[in-house]
């Protein structure tokens, strides 16, 4: 998926993946979409939460080797 802004958070345990992500979406114009790693299994439930939570829309997520991606479109 494409995106405009890349968000590095790996080994970081909650709340950090989610305090960091508001601060890159913060710096975001509307209609962009930040890419999240991170390393932390509790981040799928709380990626969700935000995204419901903020009105940000969680495009899509995935996992694999040990890591999470998320795609978030800044409303």
Not at 23 to 45: E, F, H, N
């Amino acid at each position: 998926m494409k995106f405009d802004k890349e968000l590095d958070a790996r080994g970081l345990n909650c709340p950090l993946p989610i305090l960091r992500t508001k601060k890159a979406l913060s710096d975001m114009t509307g209609a962009q979409i930040l890419r999240v790693v991170t390393t932390d299994p509790g981040s799928v439930k709380d990626f969700d939460a935000f995204a419901r939570q903020t009105g940000n829309k969680l495009l899509a997520s995935a996992q694999a080797n040990n890591e999470f991606e998320f795609f978030i479109e800044r409303v």
